[in-house]
C-alpha cells in the first residue's frame, strides 16, 4: 500500500518534496494557504506589469553546477531560456563600482579603481578563479552518508583547502577593511550585510563567471508553475486556499494536521515546508525543542525582511546596461525608509526582461531591508499605514527621476509591499525573505530536518538550510525523499520529465 504524506507550503521545498516523493510512489498531498504555487518565489500582475518578487538568480543553470540534475529532474530547466549578465551590482556613489560577473574584468576594473590594492585585489580574484573548478557534491541526504561518502567529501575538498581556509571565515566587513581605498571598500558594504559571509558571494560570482547561475526570461513564476506542473504531472495532488492550523501528534508522533477549518488530514508522514518557527513553535507548541533548536531562532541573524516596491514605467530603459540585482544610488540627502535614515537606494531596472512589461515599457523594483517591528506598529492603524506605504513609492518615484529625468510623468503602476505582506503572504518568521542569514558560521551548520523526541514530522525548505534560496528547496526536497525511502526500506529513484 502506498504511505501517505502530507507536506505543508506550496513553496519551491513543498512542490520538490512532492515531486521527489512522487516518484518514488508516495502518496502526496499538498497544503497551500495562498492560491498559487511557489511561495516566495512569485510575481504578481498589476495594471498589464509582472511585479516579480523573487528571482534574481538561479543556481544551476548550466550542467557545470551540480544543481542542474535535481533541477532537470524537477523539469525546471527544460525549454527555459538563460541571461546571463555583465554586472551583478552597481554603486554609484563619487565613483561608480561596478560587480562584474566575468572574473577578469572584475580584477582590472578594481584596480583601476584602486591601484594601491592591486595585490588584495589580485589575491581575491586568484581565489575567485580556484573556485570556479570547486562543484560541491548536493545530490545526497547527509543525514545518510557513510564513511566512504564523507571521504569522497574530503577528497574532492582536499584541492581547495587553501581557498577556504584564506577566504571561508571572512565576513563582508572583514573583507571590506582590507581596502585601502575608500571607494571599494564602501561600494562592498553598500552591497551586501556586514556579517555575510563572504565565501557565499565568492561562490556566487564563481558560478556567474562560468555561466551556471543565470536570469531566467520569466522570471519566478518560469520556475513555481514549472515545479507545480511537474509534481501534478508525477500524480500529486496540491489543495490551494488550505491553511494549516496544527500537526496533531499522537504518542510523540505526527499523525496529521488540523486546518484552520476545523477539519483534520492524517498521513503516516508530515512534512513542513512552511515556516520555520511557526513549525516548530506555533504548530507544536514548542514541545520539541532542545536548546541549540532554540538557539537558532533565539540567536542567529536572519535575512532582513523587505518593504519591496514595483514601478510600472513607460519606457525601454534601453540605453542603460543590464544589471542582475540593479544599482544603489547615493542621494544628495538622505532619506528616511522604514523609521531609518538611508544615504541611498538601489533600483532594479528590470530592461532585461521584457516578458514583465508591456512592449516598450519596463519594470522596475526597490528592495529596502527593514524591520518586522516597525511595519506590525504601523499597521495597527491602516491609514497610516497606507500613507507611510504611498510616501515610500513617492520616494522611489523621485530617486527614479533624479536619475533618469522625466520618468516621474510616466510612472503608470505602483505597488508596494512590506514585512507584514511577507509574513500574510507566506507565513515567514519576521517576514523573512530568505531565512537564516549566511554569516561564515551560520553557513556552516548543518541543521537537523527532525525535531528532538517527534516522530514522522520532517522540515524541509530554508528554515533548515542556512543561506535559504531556490537550491534549497529542491536540495531539502530531494533529501527527505531519500530519508523516507531510506526509512522504509525503499530504493530511491528519480525520473526526468518526458
Ligand atoms: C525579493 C526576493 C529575492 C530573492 N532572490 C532569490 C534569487 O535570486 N535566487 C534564489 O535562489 N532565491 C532567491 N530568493 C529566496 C527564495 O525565494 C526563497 O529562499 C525560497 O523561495 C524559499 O522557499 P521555501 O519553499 O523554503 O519557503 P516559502 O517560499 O516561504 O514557502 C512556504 C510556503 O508555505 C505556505 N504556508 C505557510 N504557512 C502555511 C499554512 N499555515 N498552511 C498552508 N500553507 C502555508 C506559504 O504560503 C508558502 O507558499 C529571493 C526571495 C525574495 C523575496
Request: hydrophobic share 40%; proline share 5%.
Amino acid at each position: 500500500m502506498e504511505k501517505e504524506v502530507l507536506i505543508i507550503g506550496g513553496g519551491v521545498a513543498g512542490l520538490c518534496s512532492g515531486a521527489y516523493l512522487r516518484m518514488n510512489g508516495y502518496k502526496t498531498t499538498i497544503l497551500e494557504m495562498g492560491d498559487k504555487p511557489g511561495g516566495l518565489c512569485m510575481a504578481w500582475d498589476r495594471k498589464g506589469y509582472t511585479v516579480d518578487g523573487c528571482l534574481h538568480w538561479f543556481v544551476g543553470s548550466t550542467p557545470q553546477q551540480s544543481f542542474y540534475k535535481l533541477w532537470e529532474e524537477l523539469g525546471v530547466i527544460q525549454g527555459k531560456k538563460f541571461l546571463y549578465m555583465d554586472s551583478l551590482f552597481r554603486i554609484e556613489k563619487d565613483k561608480t563600482v561596478d560587480i562584474f560577473t566575468n572574473i577578469d574584468r572584475l580584477e582590472e576594473h578594481m584596480v583601476s579603481i584602486s591601484p594601491e590594492d592591486v595585490r588584495f585585489i589580485k589575491e581575491f580574484c586568484r581565489g575567485l578563479t580556484d573556485l570556479i573548478k570547486l562543484d560541491m557534491p548536493v545530490e545526497n541526504a547527509p543525514e545518510l552518508s557513510s564513511p566512504l561518502d564523507g571521504a569522497k567529501m574530503m577528497a574532492t575538498m582536499l584541492p581547495f583547502m587553501k581557498v577556504l581556509k584564506r577566504w571561508g571565515r571572512m565576513s563582508i566587513s572583514d573583507f571590506a577593511a582590507n581596502f585601502k581605498n575608500t571607494t571599494l571598500r564602501n561600494a562592498w558594504l553598500t552591497w551586501l550585510p556586514p556579517e555575510f559571509s563572504l565565501m557565499a558571494i565568492m561562490f556566487t560570482i564563481a558560478w556567474m563567471h562560468k555561466k551556471a547561475a543565470g536570469y531566467i526570461i520569466g522570471g519566478s513564476m518560469e520556475v513555481s508553475n514549472s515545479l507545480e506542473k511537474r509534481y501534478l504531472d508525477l500524480g500529486g495532488t496540491l489543495k490551494y486556499k488550505t491553511e494549516v492550523a496544527k500537526i496533531i501528534v499522537e504518542k510523540d508522533r505526527a499523525v496529521g494536521v488540523r486546518l484552520v477549518d476545523g477539519s483534520e488530514l492524517r498521513a503516516d508522514y508530515v512534512i513542513s515546508a512552511a515556516d520555520g518557527y511557526t513549525t516548530v513553535f506555533d504548530w507544536l507548541d514548542g514541545k520539541y525543542v532542545d536548546n541549540k533548536i532554540r538557539g537558532y531562532y533565539d540567536d542567529l541573524p536572519i535575512f532582513k525582511p523587505l518593504v519591496y516596491v514595483g514601478l510600472g514605467i513607460n519606457r525601454d530603459f534601453s540605453d542603460y546596461p543590464q544589471i542582475i540585482s540593479g544599482t544603489y544610488f547615493s542621494l544628495p540627502e538622505p532619506v528616511e525608509i522604514s523609521g531609518k535614515d538611508r544615504n541611498g537606494i538601489a533600483l532594479r531596472i528590470h530592461n532585461f526582461d521584457s516578458t514583465l512589461a508591456p512592449k516598450g515599457k519596463t519594470l522596475v523594483t526597490m528592495m529596502v531591508e527593514s524591520e518586522y517591528g516597525y511595519w506590525a506598529e504601523i499597521r495597527k492603524d491602516l491609514n497610516t499605514y497606507r500613507a507611510k506605504k504611498e510616501a515610500i513609492a513617492q520616494l522611489a518615484i523621485k530617486v527614479l527621476d533624479m536619475k533618469f529625468p522625466g520618468a516621474a510623468a510616466q510612472v503608470e503602476m505602483t505597488d508596494v509591499s512590506t514585512p507584514v505582506t511577507f509574513k500574510r503572504y507566506t507565513g515567514n518568521w519576521q517576514g523573512s525573505y530568505e531565512g537564516w542569514l549566511p554569516t561564515p558560521e551560520v553557513a556552516m551548520l548543518r541543521m537537523s530536518k527532525t525535531l528532538p523526541g517527534l516522530d514522522s514530522l520532517y522540515m524541509v525548505g530554508q528554515w533548515v538550510a542556512p543561506g535559504g534560496g531556490l537550491p534549497s528547496g529542491a536540495m531539502t526536497g530531494r533529501h527527505i525523499a531519500q530519508i523516507l525511502c531510506h526509512r522504509d526500506k525503499r530504493e530511491f529513484v528519480t525520473t526526468k520529465p518526458a
